[in-house]
């Protein structure tokens, strides 16, 4: 049966405003989880190992939990999603700060906040933006609420190390996760009317999407090349500290480096976004891909200096978070906007799966080979290989042939 | 028309809000106690 096309139910300056403030919150407060590493093992008297596996069972919940968050947000509404992402978040953050036991950490800091990541981000405000922001700007829009993101990102890592040095490392915690509360309210601002979540064009169930999307080539293709982003961006993020340090670089060196990585990915992931307006998506992310590589390359090739590092921060900063809002954008153009959370959630998780692989081989490949070079070389090949898969991508919508009616 | 666009002069404050925004979170990575605090904690992790 074929429904009428749905009209925007709010206004675009409430859901960007409130989208933005929840992903920078979101995004902020667990970017600079990496801090508590040394105060927390050293007063609980834990290895580094039971701290980083919590962190990268955090990553893996984040994205195994994002398709059913995203599922239940397209259902139920991404307001639900969200009151629950909110507690969870506040609720992980406190016990974190209260485990004992590594396995409580793990139950916590891992599962608890990675639950709490997939109903609090991307995913589930994208589809309050796909829903209600026209076409013609949502792209923008995306760009927008992406920058939100990597602001929050960018303003956090300050302002936690502050609340470390200030209130010691628990207490820090138990401040995050009463500033996460204020999720809540700005949820408030993204709750759609009764209705609005009613199925436009066709109808389709859950598992009639999962099969269409996951049998067309594009979103494969996406899919494979969100990958490779969690793979280069978390291998340069984990990794790029001890690569400067093995080469002799001051630490100063690596802060200013984050820095720039920080405010450059804030502007690029919105000139990301603003151009998906104006060119096809497709090639935005090959560009966006091949550039990681020969910034890379490039990088390798230098002789290494502190400018060639800050160089290198400020341009893969503006490629950092860059494809997140056109992807999105694809995948909303090419199957519409009733399932946009669990299809987003969906190629988040692939993402994930890169960032994974991307923490856990570069340091695998590092003990195998005593450096990083398989790793850089590695993180190239993927570039070349994300900005080849990404330029057939069919942007349009998909066709569905029309369902008569018995 | 539902959504109208922003008038020039917002769109120059929204500008101006964002660059002040990040000039001053720039600016706090640059601040030499946090510089020292940043980089003990980011080497501390390696």
């Given at each position: 049966m074929t429904l009428p096309p749905a009209q925007p139910k709010l206004s675009m300056t409430q859901v960007l405003l409130c989208g933005a403030f929840i992903v920078t919150l979101s995004m902020g407060i667990r970017h600079g989880f990496g801090l508590w590493l040394q105060p927390i093992t050293g007063d609980r008297g834990w290895s580094r190992e039971?701290?980083?596996?919590?962190?990268?069972?955090?990553?893996?919940?984040?994205?195994?939990?994002?398709?059913f968050a995203g599922m239940v947000a397209d259902r139920f509404g991404a307001f639900r999603v969200l009151i629950v992402g909110t507690l969870f978040y506040a609720a992980g953050l406190v016990l974190m700060g209260?485990?004992?036991?590594?396995?409580a950490f793990m139950g916590s800091a891992g599962i608890l906040i990675g639950m709490a990541q997939a109903g609090t981000t991307y995913a589930v405000v994208y589809g309050v933006i796909a829903r209600n922001v026209a076409p013609e700007k949502r792209s923008w829009a995306m760009g927008v609420a992406a920058a939100a993101g990597s602001f929050g990102q960018f303003l956090m890592v300050p302002v936690e190390s502050w609340l470390i040095g200030s209130f010691g490392w628990q207490y820090a915690l138990f401040i995050l996760g009463c500033l996460s509360l204020a999720i809540l309210p700005l949820a408030f601002g993204l709750r759609e009317p009764a209705g609005a979540l009613a199925p436009t064009g066709q109808k389709q169930s859950i598992g009639a999407a999962v099969r269409e999307a996951f049998g067309y080539r594009s979103f494969q293709l996406l899919t494979a090349g969100y990958f490779v982003c969690g793979f280069q961006v978390v291998f340069i993020g984990v990794h790029m500290p001890s690569y400067l340090k093995d080469h002799g670089m001051g630490p100063e060196v690596a802060t200013t480096a984050l820095a720039l990585i920080g405010l450059f990915n804030v502007i690029g992931t919105y000139a990301a976004g603003a151009l998906g307006q104006r060119m096809p998506k497709r090639y935005i992310l090959s560009a966006i891909y091949i550039l990681r590589s020969v910034v890379i390359a490039a990088f390798l090739w230098a002789p290494l200096t502190p400018w060639s590092v800050y160089l290198f921060a400020a341009t893969m900063g503006v490629l950092w978070l860059s494809t997140v809002p056109p992807t999105n954008a694809v995948v909303a153009q090419i199957f519409g906007v009733q399932y946009m959370s669990m299809l987003g959630g969906f190629v988040f998780l692939s993402h994930q799966v890169g960032s994974f692989m991307g923490a856990w081989l570069g340091g695998k490949l590092f003990g195998l080979y005593g450096s990083y070079d398989v790793v850089w070389g590695l993180a190239i090949a993927l570039g070349v290989f994300a900005a080849l898969v990404n330029l057939p991508v069919r942007e349009g919508a998909i066709h569905r042939p029309l369902v008569q009616p018995a | 028309m539902?959504?109208?666009?922003?008038?020039?002069?917002?769109?120059?404050a929204a500008y101006a809000a964002a660059v002040l925004a990040l000039g001053a979170v720039f600016a706090a990575y640059l601040s030499p106690h946090l510089v020292m605090d940043l980089a003990t904690r980011v080497w501390a992790c390696f």
């Open positions: 039971t701290f980083a596996l919590a962190i990268a069972v955090q990553n893996l919940a984040w994205g195994l939990a994002g398709p209260l485990a004992t036991t590594g396995l | 539902r959504h109208r666009s922003a008038t020039p002069w917002r769109r120059v």
